[in-house]
């Protein structure tokens, strides 16, 4: 996946608390060009968003068990999109979203189709 720049300095919040899934997926979108400030926690992405600005949250579900829940309520409250996913093959660059927030969009989609609809 080339870094094309297209997504340069577009500041995305990445919360994944397996450190595989979040170095690659952070990775990823770095190579897309964002800027992506990851964390662990969600009690750490919370008090980093108390004094930056994220353009989109990208939030792992953890099967539902409500991980992330708090942060996407502030997120949203201040007008950043949050999205909630449940895989990502690195090898194809696709994620799937639980569910998708844009309509239109598939469960399992590129990143660069993501960002495209988030941050266009």
């Known amino acids: 996946m080339p870094n094309s720049g297209r997504y340069y300095y577009r500041m995305v919040l990445l919360l994944a608390a397996e450190p595989r899934v979040r170095a690659q997926l952070a990775e990823t979108l770095e190579r897309l060009g964002c800027v992506v400030t990851a964390f662990a926690t969600e009690a750490e992405a919370l ?6 600005v994220a353009e989109l949250a990208i939030v792992d579900s953890l099967s539902g068990s409500g991980f992330g829940v708090a942060l996407a309520a502030q997120l949203r409250h201040e007008g950043v999109p949050v999205m909630f996913f449940d895989g990502f093959d690195p090898g194809s660059g696709t994620l799937s979203a639980e569910p998708p927030t844009v309509p239109g969009l598939s469960r399992h989609l590129p990143l660069p189709e993501l960002l495209d609809a988030y941050l266009a």
């Not at 008090?47 to 930056?52: K, L």
Request: charged letters at 35%; zero cysteines.
């Open 47 to 52: 008090i980093w968003a108390q004094d930056e």
